[in-house]
């Protein structure tokens, strides 16, 4: 699970709206 969001990364850096959803995503994790 954590390789699959992480692959997102790359894609983030291009788009700010991206890390914003990976950001909730690791706040859920806690």
Known sequence: ???GKYQIVPS???SPE???E???ELSKQK
Do not use: P, R
Request: aromatic share 0%.
């Open 1 to 3: 699970v954590v390789n």
């Open 12 to 14: 983030a850096i291009n």
């Open 22 to 24: 990976i950001t909730k």
């Open 18 to 20: 991206a890390l914003i």
